[in-house]
């Protein structure tokens, strides 16, 4: 077939970076190589025995049919409870939108917000699908640098500078995927300061790492009451509870914005999975705080984080922060770029990623990928074994390098 006949908005988008990258580790695996894979965004803990068991009785009562596009009404009253519960947050059932994963749950709030030249700020670092998610709801995408000196956070000014009369959408998460930030109460509320001002642009609030957070309460950008009639929350359960593959995730915004997702999901995916809607279930009606599941995957994110982050420092060139949430890293590797091992040089984030991979038999991410071309992204959700081991691979690799 002439891919020339493929669509414009196709041809405007790029593949997942992180997906391009497990799927290369996947392919030398396949062929026998022994690779340690540290590009997957996924918790490597199973999914709680409780959550499993209120699937199997939702099997059991054949709760197995076409349930409401914006999701069950127990789910949705469940999320109304637990940002309630968690937030402070008052949002009523009706403004509760139960998606295929928090992914479709941005995908369906820019198609419904974005016109053709709408811009949307998204601060770099960024997760990979932000500026292909604008650019499929032929939005254009604007971003804001940070840099590891200032933790990846940007500025209230950088905000105020960049907006212009087309800006429809700021989108950011907290904590943040790739970088692990976290922004503080002060920092969200110097955020909203400028935005209140701008009744037209949208705030998206990514907040689907809320509970693998280091630093302390989880801060949300909608508890200011200025801007909360602009906020959109997305968050789901595939991060918190061990859950990627049960495709749960959800928004809570304006009701005009709310049914506006309802209606747009409505005629390209209807409702999510019946039985993972009532694993989700289970899983929102458990206080966090009271989870020993959610403790124990947290402080394992915990140790892994300093185990990561002392090994990275004992290699030359390597420029570390430390991340408040999350489960990454986000090194600048700059030091590397020029360097040689006599038949390869290393040109940029992805030369070196590539390298890691066919040398070190280490899968990471280039930072390139995330808007910042002198880092690479370093998932630290496997066991301390593997990674002692695979920043030892990355050690002698990269001394070969000169």
Known sequence: MNTELLSTRIKRLSESATLEMTRRSRELKEKGVD???????????????????????????????????????????????KLKRDNQLD????QIIVSNGAKQ?????????????????????????????????????????????NNFK?????????????????????????????????????????????????????????????GGEHQSIAQF????????????????????????????APLPIAKACDTIQGQYTSGASSIGQKAALEAIKTDPCAS??????????????????????????????EPQGAFYIFPNVRHYFGKSNGTLTVNN???????????????????AAFGNPGCIRISYATSNELLKEALKRMRKALAELS
């Open 154 to 214: 940007i500025s209230p000014q950088q905000i105020e500078e960049a907006i212009t009369p087309k800006t429809k959408i700021f989108i950011f998460s907290s904590p943040c995927n790739p970088s692990g930030t976290v922004y503080t109460r002060n920092e969200l509320n110097a955020i909203a300061e400028v935005l209140k001002k701008y009744k037209n642009i949208f705030i998206i609030s990514d907040e689907i790492y809320e509970y693998i957070n280091f």
């Open 349 to 367: 984030s992805k030369d070196l990623c590539l390298y890691l991979l066919d040398k070190a038999h280490v899968a990471t991410v280039p930072g």
């Open 35 to 81: 690779v340690i894979n540290l590009s997957i965004g996924e918790p490597d803990f199973n999914t709680p025995a409780c959550i499993k068991e209120a699937a199997r009785k939702a099997i059991d009562n054949n709760f197995t049919h076409y349930t409401p596009v914006a999701g069950i009404p127990e789910l949705r009253k469940a999320i109304s409870a």
């Open 91 to 94: 949002y009523d059932p009706a």
């Open 105 to 149: 749950s941005i995908a369906n709030t820019m198609l419904c917000l974005l016109d053709p030249g709408d811009e949307v700020l998204i601060p770099s670092p960024y997760w990979v699908s932000y500026p292909e998610m604008a650019k499929m709801a032929d939005g254009d995408p604007v971003f804001l640098p940070a840099t590891i000196e």
């Open 292 to 321: 020993e599941d959610i403790k124990k995957m947290v402080e394992a994110f915990r140790e892994r984080r300093s185990l990561v982050i002392d090994l990275l420092n004992e290699i030359p060139g390597m420029k570390t922060n």
């Open 225 to 252: 009451n200025d801007v909360k009639e602009q906020v959109i929350i997305v968050n789901g359960v595939s991060k918190g509870y061990a859950m990627t593959g049960w495709r749960i995730g959800y928004i809570a």
